[in-house]
């Protein structure tokens, strides 16, 4: 069952139970998946559909936890990851989606290596682009990528970098916003509006070409 991209259609109670088996399947092969149950699980979690979860469940934590049996630290890190993979890749998730059997999904650890790793390369854009282009399409690893990211930071890190910001910094910093929202288990509608805020500023972006 692929679902849409929304989140905003809430679910009827026989299509809830349909999401939350495929999501305890989809778990037992989450190498290959995490990217799936991260996008089931954010239905579940803004929907609040564990309710629905048998045996009965007080949270979403406790669905995950106990139903699932993912570690909150893992559930938190893919649901930064598919975040942050919708603001900086979009076309990921479509390809994904749409069930192209070539994607090549990064593991959600590297995917948070990158996210966390952004901050750091703040006027070193088009060096982060590059390492941004090894996770997503290169799948580089997560101590290849540690290498690098070292590496670039000890040659770069005394070299002035001023550079205008543009839309896409603008956006790049949304995710890392985003991502640090859902770790701090914010309200679904603090996350919605920065959710629409993104929309907008992305047609903008797009019309301006």
């Not at 905003?8 to 149950?37: F, G, I, N, Y």
């Not at 938190?76 to 603001?87: C, F, G, I, W």
């Not at 999904?105 to 982060?128: C, I, M, T």
Request: hydrophobic share 40%; charged share 30%; with cysteine.
């Amino acid at each position: 069952m692929i679902l849409p991209r929304t989140t905003t259609d809430l679910p009827s109670q026989r299509a809830a139970l349909a999401l939350l088996d495929e999501t305890a399947r989809a778990v037992k092969v989450m190498k290959a998946s995490w990217l799936q149950v991260a996008k089931n699980l954010q239905r579940i979690r803004e929907h609040q559909l564990w309710r629905f979860a048998r045996p009965p469940c007080e949270n979403f934590e406790g669905y995950v936890y106990g139903v699932l049996q993912i570690p909150p630290g893992v559930s938190r890190r893919m649901l930064a990851a598919v975040s942050y993979t919708e603001l900086r890749r979009p076309q990921l998730l479509d390809d994904y989606e749409a069930g192209k059997t070539d994607v090549h999904v990064p593991s959600y650890d590297v995917v948070n290596q990158l996210r966390r790793a952004e901050k750091s390369f703040e006027g070193q854009e088009e060096s982060f682009r590059e390492l941004e282009s090894r996770v997503f399409d290169e799948g580089v690893g997560r101590v290849a990528l540690k290498r690098d990211i070292e590496e670039r930071l000890g040659e770069e890190a005394n070299e002035p970098a001023a550079r205008a910001p543009d839309m896409r910094h603008v956006l790049d910093q949304l995710a890392t916003i985003d991502g640090i929202l859902q770790e701090l288990k914010t309200s679904k509608e603090s996350r919605q509006l920065l959710a629409r805020l993104v929309e907008s500023l992305r047609g903008e972006k797009t019309a301006a070409g």
